[in-house]
Nanobody, 116 residues
Framework: QVQLVESGGGLVQPGGSLRLSCAASGIIFSNYAMAWYRQAPGKQRDVVATITSAGSTNYADSVKGRFTISRDNAKNTVYLQMNVLKPEDTAVYYC??????????WGQGTQVTVSS
């Protein structure tokens, strides 16, 4: 079956860093665009960063310059390096794999808490 498994979340102080990982199985990883979304309590789920199969990236304005999305096709893994974390970054972070016009898959999410 298709599986996306996130890891790397946790508790961090403002200004700190975390690296999230999402390991994919059951898909031809190199054919999929990958993305990170996040959902804070009581809020909508919003896109944080995307990376195409060719490696082109886009970021939400709120994280631009602080977060970096990358992928390692040999490891079927996408990463989100998060620097200069702020309390407003607190959310459950979800990994998404998308085959454009065909399929979309989601991971279960990993909690990131930025606490003063």
């Amino acid at each position: 079956q298709v599986q996306l498994v996130e890891s790397g979340g946790g508790l961090v102080q403002p200004g700190g860093s975390l690296r999230l990982s999402c390991a994919a199985s059951g898909i031809i990883f190199s054919n999929y665009a990958m993305a990170w979304y996040r959902q804070a309590p009581g809020k909508q789920r919003d896109v944080v960063a995307t990376i195409t199969s060719a490696g082109s990236t886009n970021y939400a304005d709120s994280v631009k310059g602080r977060f970096t999305i990358s992928r390692d096709n040999a490891k079927n893994t996408v990463y989100l390096q998060m620097n200069v974390l702020k309390p407003e970054d607190t959310a459950v972070y979800y990994c998404q794999a998308q085959r454009p016009s065909l399929y979309t898959y989601w991971g279960q999410g990993t909690q990131v808490t930025v606490s003063s």
